[in-house]
């Protein structure tokens, strides 16, 4: 953790000097970005449009002191395209080089695909994971992602408003349908089984 004053690369370069843990010659080494990112459809995707799409979607100095990558993710026929700090990329190259670097909310909804193809019933689930600063709302039909989206949302108010704004979008069903929490968000949790009969957490 950074202290008073100190960036979160400077941080990290100390604790790569500091811990040992940290320096073994590991055989594979991935990183999760958890940093803003939006999707684009596999066959919708221009690479040389992926820089002027990301500014347009966060504004534009959202690049500014940034990398930018993309991921493909097959089993969700979507491409993820999401940044990283370049002074916190820089630090983990220079000790992992061949280092993998992902995005976090790609990496999280193609596992929850797995998880909801497992659940072998005829209900609707809308997926949900917080943190702390977006909100990431997703949702499949017969194994393919029917709906994703992510939200600047630090309270639980604007949690909830974007969650069943997505409900409503979705057309799923208060009394029948699930909300997947991603994680043990006791408050989020609490506050929307005011609104809907089956909250679930994962």
């Not at 596999?42 to 991921?71: C, K, V």
């Not at 069903?173 to 968000?185: A, T």
Request: hydrophobic share 40%; net charge negative.
């Amino acid at each position: 953790m950074a202290e008073k004053g100190e960036t979160l690369a400077k941080a990290l370069e100390k604790a790569f000097n500091e811990q040992a843990l940290l320096r073994p010659d590991y055989d594979e080494v991935n990183v999760y970005a958890d940093y803003p990112s939006t999707r684009i459809p596999l066959d919708e995707f221009r690479s040389e449009e992926a820089q002027a799409l990301y500014r347009l979607t966060f504004g534009p100095d959202s690049l500014t002191g940034m990398n930018m990558h993309y991921e493909m993710l097959p089993a969700l026929e979507i491409i993820e395209v999401f940044a990283i700090n370049a002074e916190i990329e820089e630090i983990i190259l220079k000790y992992y080089p061949h280092a993998t670097i992902h995005c976090y909310f790609g990496q999280l909804m193609n596992r929850m695909l797995a998880f909801d193809k497992r659940q072998g019933d005829d209900l609707a689930r809308l997926y949900a994971h917080s943190n702390g600063r977006q909100l990431l709302v997703f949702s499949y039909d017969n194994g393919r992602l029917r709906f994703a989206n992510s939200f600047e949302a630090k309270n639980l108010s604007n949690q909830i408003y974007f969650l069943l704004y997505a409900w409503k979008q979705l057309g799923l069903r208060q009394r029948k349908d699930i909300c997947v929490l991603i994680g043990k968000d006791k408050m989020l949790e609490a506050e929307l089984k005011r609104y809907l009969s089956n909250v679930e957490c994962v």
